[in-house]
């Protein structure tokens, strides 16, 4: 049984930049996807950004390219998501998650492992 740990959260101002952090223990998960997914108030789970096993390919949703970034180390068995430019809309708990495959996806149910999230909060 894989367990995930997000870090990294806070209080930011708009436009500011966090970089969140993923630890997996328990099982390896250098085989396997991984993604990112928020959740804010009221709102459904949302993908935010996910990455292969290799870490040669990753996958965006379009509210975050060019602003949030996802990269692995499988060394470290930790995934990263570096978030600049943030907004108020970015406003959300964000969880990490294995994917059931070595690619990630933007299906919340391709996953089957997740952690217990990170508070985002960005002021304007």
């Known amino acids: 049984q894989v367990r995930l740990a997000e870090s990294g959260g806070g209080l930011v101002q708009s436009g500011g930049s966090l970089r969140l952090s993923c630890q997996a223990s328990g099982r390896a998960v250098s085989t396997y996807g991984m993604g990112w997914f928020r959740q804010a108030p009221g709102k459904e789970r949302q993908f935010v950004a996910a990455?292969?096993?290799?870490?040669?390919?990753?996958y965006y949703a379009d509210f975050v390219k060019g602003r949030f970034t996802i990269s692995r180390d499988n060394a470290m068995h930790t995934v990263y998501l570096q978030m600049k430019s943030l907004k108020p809309e970015d406003t959300a708990v964000y969880y990490c998650a294995v994917a059931r495959r070595d690619y990630g996806s933007s299906n919340r149910y391709e996953y089957d492992s997740w952690g217990q999230g990170t508070q985002v909060t960005v002021s304007s």
């Open positions: 990455i292969n096993a290799g870490g040669d390919n990753t």
